[in-house]
């Protein structure tokens, strides 16, 4: 059982690549192949953890790459160009497998395990799913002509489940928990609605959103950890980054 379990993270990378490929060739079993893909790399998780003890928190880490798996899916449905579609499948495909790994060795092989790989890979996935989230709901809006009020309907419930996620995951205590959790959701709710109107193409908006999440993000872990530290650099490599996706960005395109 225990050699089955240590290919899984192998075989749930390569099934989940070869059924999303599937569903894209497909013109009428799209939904098909996205959900056995989607389910394959569940089901793996589940069988991983099935007979863990873990911490309340880890369960919350497994929420966002649902969420991503969810939202990569959405994006690939409104995805044209082969290419990228190529480069979102392999990049999803080796992460999911990375992800995969260290819950195994987390779970069946602590000796082989190095701390705190899985809360870093969580917050990479908890940032990855706000983007293709938002990439795929601005998407949404952009080829099926959706009202505004619609999306930002959407992406506030999107929010108000990712908010709970991040602050049980940080384990974050109730003082800190609610008015972070309340004014970050808001904020994040207003950054789209704001993103929304700009004449610019979907993945600047989604890249936009996403970098500023991960300021905050990076901020509230501070927070919640009590490390007085300063998050200088990062906050300059953040906003170098931000500057040169609108900077590089085709405005009313």
């Avoid at 080829?143 to 108000?160: D, E, G, K, Q, Y």
């Avoid at 709970?164 to 609610?178: E, G, T």
């Avoid at 004449?199 to 999440?213: D, G, N, R």
């Amino acid at each position: 059982m225990i050699f089955f379990l240590r290919l899984l993270p192998i075989f749930s990378a390569v099934w989940l690549v070869l059924m999303l490929r599937l569903a894209l060739d497909s013109n009428t079993s799209f939904w098909y192949f996205s959900g056995a893909g989607v389910l394959g790399v569940l089901a793996s998780l589940w069988l991983l953890i099935r007979k863990a003890v873990l911490p309340q928190r880890q369960w919350s880490i497994l929420a966002f790459p649902a969420l991503t798996l969810f939202a990569v899916v959405g994006v690939l449905l409104f995805s044209e160009r082969v290419t990228l579609q190529w480069v979102l499948l392999v990049g999803v495909g080796i992460l999911f497998a990375l992800y995969t790994e260290q819950v195994f060795r987390f779970t069946h092989a602590p000796a082989r395990y190095q701390p705190n790989a899985l809360v870093n890979l969580g917050f990479v996935f908890s940032v990855l799913s706000i983007f293709f989230t938002s990439l795929s709901i601005f998407d949404l809006q952009l080829f099926a002509n959706v009202p505004l009020w619609m999306v930002v309907s959407i992406f506030a419930m999107v929010t108000v489940f990712w908010c709970a996620m991040v602050f049980s995951f940080l384990d974050a205590p109730s003082l800190i928990r609610w008015p972070w959790g309340l004014s970050m959701g808001i904020v994040m709710v207003e950054i789209f609605s704001l993103l929304a109107w700009l004449p610019v193409l979907p993945f600047v908006k989604a890249a936009t959103l996403a970098l500023i999440v991960t300021g905050v993000l990076q901020r509230v872990r501070d927070d919640v950890a009590g490390a007085d530290r300063s998050n200088r650099w990062t906050t300059i490599i953040l906003a170098i980054m931000l500057l040169c996706v609108l900077v590089t960005a085709r405005w009313f395109a």
